[in-house]
């Protein structure tokens, strides 16, 4: 499913009208049914069935009125509110507000501050409160009357859906313009937009539904937009169904390079996600004090013990026997709970000149990569990195905050620069690919914020790696599938209690929930 700010989707509109024929009043009409649909749904749960909808005078407040004579049609109590001069309206919105008014039903302005204690009453006494004040255009701070009725709406204990995006989320990044409605369900039109999905805009939007108003199809194709949300269906055609008549060599060997003193933990659960995402066979190269240590945990993984640095540290003398191992492997992974050396740098130079197979960087050397980045390219194979935010500060040098606040276009220059495939971790997974597509992820929860959730997720990558699966499809698979296995985790045990070990053992159930085997 693609993913768009409103820029793009102000042009999508244009689009449809223009080059399809299709009028904007019909276009209103079919966003303000998709509202009522929901409504409906809403109201069905609850006794109080008055309903206040609060509109701009733009598009969006168009759509509002659209589903308040849906609902006046169905029977249903509601009031319409409009913030400003109703002069101003736009010109589809307006001819349904002429409707509304041969119809009698109940609509005002309001134009001053004093209308705002008795709009808040009725907002209070309602069931539901319908967000119809701002769409995708917003990209000014909220000021003065409208920054009091959403306060109004705010203070409320009503349920409160909102039409397309929480009014005041900027639609192009999810920033807060000052205030925003925080909403209980966000019925988004047509397509999803950034700020619906981007944190802190993701917070304000409760529960989101995806409604179709007759865009077509070939239009959103068309228009070849960069970026896309990932589905479970976009999952399940990426992970093969298995035939009968195979063997363990027909899903791949995977080869991990992992693990120090007091980090084989990382190690463990690497190597575990690797098994359980479906690699056939799995080699671990670890120092050799640790290696009985691995032995007794991971009896399905083959060990390969190696000299060392310094004690429990991997060390760059027996890097022939690292490639050789290597070479007959289908994917190489390198980096939970390795150690931050400077021989490690020297390790990853070596692999990176001989690898002819794909490579997943993770944790301490991607912290090696902070001082030498130059060194990717010399990856002659697909490289993928699954950098948290404060690795991918280290790895570019741009401070946390901002990462943060602009974390789609981060990962996607950094992935063009270095010609490599870029995990993103966090809130909304990003994984952004060198031919500019992105893809955000919104399975997973708090839960997951817990030491090793990236190295189970490091595993994963490689696991769906060594079977086949395309280097930028086993990115897409392997967070959508944590994630997923993080919420089954979190369903059973709670947000608070859960570990990492907890997403390998539910990893299983989560390609069982998609490949329905």
């Not at 169904?241 to 390079?257: L, P, S």
């Amino acid at each position: 499913m693609k993913v768009v700010d409103g820029i793009e989707m102000k042009k999508l509109d244009r689009k449809a009208m223009e080059e399809y024929g299709i009028p904007g009043v019909i276009l209103m009409e079919h966003a303000g049914m998709a509202v009522t649909e929901e409504i409906l749904k809403d109201l069905a749960h609850q006794e109080n069935k008055e309903i206040v909808i609060v509109c701009g005078t733009g598009n969006n407040g168009g759509d509002g009125v659209v589903a308040a004579r849906h609902l006046h049609q169905k029977g249903f109590p509601v009031k319409v509110r409009i913030i400003g001069d109703i002069a101003r309206i736009s010109e589809d919105a307006k001819i349904n507000c002429d409707i509304l008014k041969k119809l009698r039903v109940d609509i005002k302005t309001i134009i001053d501050f004093k209308d705002v204690p008795k709009l808040s009453e009725e907002l209070s006494r309602c069931g539901v409160i319908v967000d119809a004040i701002f769409g995708t255009g917003l990209n000014k701070e909220v000021q003065g009357l409208t920054r009091e009725v959403i306060l109004a709406v705010n203070r409320t204990n009503t349920y409160v859906l909102s039409i397309d995006i929480p009014s005041g989320v900027r639609a192009s990044d999810g920033h807060i313009c000052g205030i925003a409605v925080k909403a209980d369900k966000t019925v988004v039109l047509q397509l999803p937009k950034i700020g619906n999905i981007q944190f802190p805009g993701a917070d304000y939007a409760g529960e989101m539904v995806v409604k179709d108003i007759g865009i077509p199809h070939e239009a959103i194709e068309k228009s070849n937009f960069p970026i896309n949300l990932i589905t479970a269906d976009m999952v399940q055609a990426i992970l093969p169904q298995r035939r009968k008549d195979t063997h363990k060599g027909n899903y791949g060997k995977a080869y991990i390079v992992a693990g120090s003193t007091g980090m084989t933990g990382a190690a463990m659960l690497t190597c575990e996600a690797v098994l359980r995402s479906g690699a056939g066979l799995l080699k671990v190269a670890i120092p050799q004090s640790l290696n009985n240590i691995m032995e007794v945990r991971l009896t399905e993984a083959i060990t390969v013990p190696l000299p060392e640095l310094k004690k429990g540290v991997v060390g760059i003398s027996d890097i022939e026997k690292i490639i050789k191992t290597m070479q007959e492997s289908d994917v190489i992974a390198v980096g939970p709970g390795s150690g931050q050396t400077r021989e490690l740098e020297e390790v990853l130079r070596n692999i990176f000149e001989a690898a002819t197979i794909p490579i997943v960087l993770d944790a301490d050397a991607l912290n090696a990569l902070a001082h030498r980045q130059e060194i990717l390219k010399l990856i002659k194979s697909a490289a993928v990195l699954t950098p948290h935010t404060g690795e991918m500060s280290r790895l570019t040098n741009i401070p946390v905050e901002e990462i943060n606040r602009n974390r789609i276009q981060i990962a996607l220059e950094f992935a063009k620069k270095w010609n490599v495939i870029l995990i993103l971790k966090g809130a909304r997974t990003i994984v952004a690919s060198p031919d500019g597509k992105v893809f955000v992820n919104t399975t997973g929860n708090p839960g997951m914020a817990t030491a090793g959730s990236g190295d189970v997720l490091t595993g994963i990558v490689t696991g769906l790696l060594a079977q086949g699966i395309q280097p930028i499809k086993a990115a897409i698979a392997a967070v959508y599938l944590h994630g997923v296995a993080g919420d089954r985790a979190a369903a059973r045990l709670g947000e608070y209690g859960l570990i990492a070990g907890d997403i390998v053992l539910e990893l299983p159930y989560a390609i069982k929930e998609i490949v329905g085997k």
